[in-house]
């Protein structure tokens, strides 16, 4: 599968502006509610990202298509990593380890921030650079 890579930029502005609101103000559901977009992402696919959605439905429409498109599974990786990170914060958050939590939180605000403003997606480069590192099936 293809995917728009502004859409990826889109979802990633909107994840920084909800990981920010956490950061500011504590809001152990809203991080919730962040790692249920990044599971819908991660599990059920980038087509069914609720900030996805946003982006197909209101955005794309009003802008010509993409000069290029780009392959789905580094992207929907990155929601993974994502996804990780949120649960790590939501648990600091109900453990009462708020430093966990804030951490967790703004270390996949980072991520989503350099996504966002220079498109520059570090868990797609994860995902890439264990792809390189993944011993070829062919050479067993």
């Keep these: 599968m293809q995917v728009d890579p502004r859409g990826q930029r889109f979802s990633a502005a909107v994840t920084t502006v909800v990981l920010a609101i956490v950061l500011v103000t504590g809001s152990l559901w809203l991080l ?8 819908a992402g991660a599990l059920a696919g980038l087509r069914y990202a609720p900030y ?3 982006y197909a439905r209101f955005v794309r429409p ?4 993409p000069a290029e498109l780009e392959d789905a599974a580094p992207p929907r990786f990155a929601q993974g990593v994502g996804l990780v990170f949120a ?3 939501v648990l ?3 453990l009462g380890v708020t430093w966990l939590g804030m951490a967790a939180t703004a270390a996949a605000l980072a991520a989503a921030f350099l996504n966002a403003a220079f ?16 011993p070829s099936r062919s050479r067993v």
């Design 32 to 39: 919730v509610a962040q790692a249920v977009v990044f599971a």
């Design 87 to 89: 649960l790590a914060g």
């Design 92 to 94: 600091g958050y109900v």
């Design 62 to 65: 009003r802008l010509g298509p």
């Design 119 to 134: 498109g520059f997606c570090l868990g797609c480069e994860m995902y890439l650079i264990i792809v390189r590192f993944r």
């Design 52 to 54: 996805g959605l946003l």
